[in-house]
């Protein structure tokens, strides 16, 4: 029971470092949070044309040399 006892504690007491913790961030305001998701949308959207497009060009080169 005494393990118990302790582990219940061991709980309350991360809990409350977990709090004290999240109320020191800083969050971002919803502008910030609007222009860092663009960014993050556009850089994907680019990446993914690049791989895209690599793909293509090592398609077009296999098959070349398959024939």
């Known amino acids: 029971m005494n393990k118990l006892t302790q ?3 061991n709980l309350k007491t991360f809990i409350g470092e ?3 913790e ?4 800083t969050w971002p305001t919803r502008k ?3 222009g860092q998701s663009v960014v993050v949308v556009i850089s994907v959207t680019i990446l993914g044309a690049f791989v895209a497009a690599c793909d293509l060009v090592n398609m077009s080169l296999l098959k070349f040399v398959i024939r």
């Open 18 to 20: 977990v709090k004290a």
């Open 32 to 34: 910030e949070l609007f």
């Open 7 to 9: 582990s219940i504690g």
């Open 22 to 25: 999240l109320l020191k961030c």
